[in-house]
């Protein structure tokens, strides 16, 4: 089982960056389609950004696009979610996941099909 921990969460202001990171260790990270979910009560879980097990496909959330690039080094076998022009609405836990990629090329979005999960680090935008 790969095991994934987070950092880079904070506390921002509106119209700043950060940047995420996810570790990984345990398995082949390169067999691992990546993604990003965040978490609100409001809301619940939801999917923020996707990235094959190669690193050149992703795929985003319509919140996301344009402000938000997921990326790996599967060298270093990390993850990483850089986002800029944050919102107060960005606000939220915000979990790297891992996918066994090797049955399909497809990128999912379903938190279901994610198998293993890090423990999430706080992102808060202050308006």
């Known amino acids: 089982q790969l095991q994934l921990v987070e950092s880079g969460g904070g506390l921002v202001q509106a119209g700043d960056s950060l940047r995420l990171s996810c570790t990984t260790s345990g398995r082949a990270f390169t067999l691992y389609h990546m993604g990003w979910f965040r978490q609100t009560p409001e809301k619940g879980r939801e999917f923020v950004a996707g990235?094959?097990?190669?690193?050149?496909?992703?795929n985003y959330a319509d919140s996301a696009k344009g402000r938000f690039t997921i990326s790996r080094v599967n060298a270093k076998n990390t993850l990483y979610l850089e986002m800029n022009s944050l919102k107060p609405e960005d606000t939220a836990v915000y979990y790297c996941a891992a996918n066994l990629g090797i049955f399909s090329p497809a990128i999912p979005t379903n938190a279901s099909d994610y198998s293993a999960w890090g423990q999430g680090t706080q992102v808060t935008v202050s308006s």
């Open positions: 990235v094959n097990r190669a690193g050149d496909t992703s």
